[in-house]
């Protein structure tokens, strides 16, 4: 965890209540947040020290990385008065991205699958909101954008526990540095490939591409 006030920030995305990522992040943002407090109180015998503390998000690519808050998602959700917005950080700086936090007291590898069971439910929750919707006005999802394509791809993954592709001649899917084929029939994706970091980004691009086709928010 760090300090919100001193996290270096290349960039941030802003979610606004009503948005369409509203709700599957900052209830994702709550999990987190109750998991890095519980954590805390294990291993030093208290909650954290800084009054808003951050979680940083590292990814597969070195010069992507995320700043995703916990301590005023936590304080929200125990009030029951979701924020207005919420913030999301952007890093982009490689060298601040890997090098080791100076206070960190363990490490959390043993909590990487229990988020990425997390994971899977929410981007599954999240997009089957607008599958129907770009099926009914696009089609088959060769005729949808490459990013919600690749995201279609990524959701029957999560509801099937790996990639299931029926056909042979199915075109492949690609965003970013990622692609899968017929020949990745069978290949989990969430918790190999994309763990939070990545689903999250796939999360933003997704919203991008609505708002490009002026989808509903749903």
């Keep these: ?20 990522l509203f709700e599957p ?11 890095s407090y ?5 291993v030093g015998g208290k909650t954290h020290k800084t009054p808003n503390p951050v979680m940083r998000v590292q990814t597969r690519w070195p010069n992507y990385g995320l700043a995703v808050p916990l301590g005023k998602v936590m304080q929200s959700a125990l009030i029951a008065i979701p924020p207005r917005t919420i913030e999301i950080g952007i890093m982009t700086n490689p060298t601040l991205l890997s090098t080791p936090l100076p206070d960190a007291k363990l490490q959390t590898a043993g909590l990487h699958s229990p988020i990425n ?3 899977g439910p929410i981007f599954l929750g999240f997009f089957e909101r607008y599958n129907d919707w770009l099926k009914d006005t ?4 060769v005729n949808w954008p490459p990013t919600l ?5 990524v959701r029957n993954s999560a509801a099937h526990g790996k990639i299931v592709i029926r056909h042979l001649g199915t075109p492949a899917v690609s965003w970013r540095d990622l692609s899968y084929g017929y020949a990745d029939n069978g290949r ?12 999250l980004a796939l999360m933003f691009d997704c919203d991008d591409e609505l708002n490009k086709l002026n989808a509903p928010i749903l």
């Design 1 to 20: 965890m760090i300090d919100s006030l001193k996290v270096e920030l290349d960039g941030k995305r802003i979610i606004r209540a009503g948005d369409r």
């Design 25 to 35: 992040v900052y209830n994702f943002l709550i999990i987190l947040a109750g998991i």
């Design 38 to 42: 519980s954590a805390s109180m294990f």
């Design 117 to 119: 069971y997390a994971t």
């Design 138 to 141: 696009y089609g088959d999802g």
């Design 149 to 153: 394509n690749f995201a279609r791809v």
């Design 188 to 199: 989990r994706v969430i918790g190999d490939d994309m763990k939070f970091g990545e689903v």
